[in-house]
């Protein structure tokens, strides 16, 4: 099973948005709207910040927001802050009852 | 609230064994699957395996690469899930998590929520 595809690196100004691509196949992303997006900061464990496709955990800024079309999915970010610098992974489950995560894409906040 | 604590990890030597503890605390620890996930230094998350409850007879599920070298296990009376690892080499270098698996209500709906702090493998001679 290889990673989902994901941009290594993204940046942005603050108060700008960005998106963050996540692209799979018919066989993880492309088979279930069911992706999920995790936070991570240098030396912490990763956050959950949405799942299924475009929900928000309670206490996650809804300037987090994702969506879905075939088989990419899209993590949008809006109103930058120099808090959400960080790594940030798409998550799928797969046909194989597997797990599988994009490469990661850092976001930096000029 | 909701916590997981890992524990066990080291330095071992290529071909030995390690076994990583998850301690839960403020959820019904029987009652939730457990996924482990590593990440080596630099690199990205993989997904390395889960267990399952009781009601599934404690399913478990590996990577490919691990498969048949990796133990997923449980304790539901220390509420603490374990990964035994064997025949361990260089590859296997990094920091392991473990999460808890959330279920949604479809088929492939699920997240991990919350993980833990992680615990660092280093295999090395």
């Known amino acids: 099973q290889s990673a989902l595809t994901q941009a290594a690196s993204v940046s942005g100004s603050p108060g700008q948005s960005i998106t963050i691509s996540c692209t799979g196949t018919?066989?993880?992303?492309?088979?279930?709207?069911?992706v999920s997006w995790y936070q991570q900061h240098p030396g912490k464990a990763p956050k959950l910040i949405i799942y299924d496709v475009s929900n928000r955990p309670s206490g996650v800024s809804n300037r987090f927001s994702g969506s879905k079309s075939g088989s990419t999915a899209s993590l949008t970010i809006s109103g930058l802050q120099a808090a959400d610098e960080a790594d940030y992974y798409c998550?799928?489950?797969?046909?194989?009852?597997?797990?599988?995560f994009g490469g990661g894409t850092k976001l930096t906040v000029l | 609230e909701v916590e997981l604590v890992e524990s066990g990890g080291g330095l071992v030597q290529p071909g030995g064994s390690l076994k990583l503890s998850c301690a839960a605390s403020g959820f019904i620890f029987s009652g939730s699957v457990i996924h482990w996930v590593r990440q080596a230094s630099g690199k990205g998350l993989e997904w390395v395996g889960q267990?399952?409850?009781?009601?599934?007879?404690?399913?478990?599920g590996y990577l490919a690469s691990v498969k048949g070298r990796f133990t997923i296990s449980r304790d539901e009376s220390k509420n603490t899930a374990y990964l035994q690892m064997d025949s361990l080499t260089i590859e296997d270098t990094a920091v392991y998590f473990c999460?808890?698996?959330?279920?949604?209500?479809?088929?492939?709906?699920?997240?991990?929520?919350?993980w833990g702090q992680g615990t660092l493998v280093t295999v090395s001679s």
């Open positions: 998550m799928s489950y797969t046909t194989s009852d597997t797990w599988v």
């Open positions: 018919s066989s993880d992303v492309g088979r279930y709207n069911y």
């Open positions: 999460t808890r698996h959330i279920p949604g209500h479809g088929i492939g709906s699920n997240w991990f929520d919350p």
């Open positions: 267990i399952g409850t009781e009601r599934s007879g404690h399913a478990t």
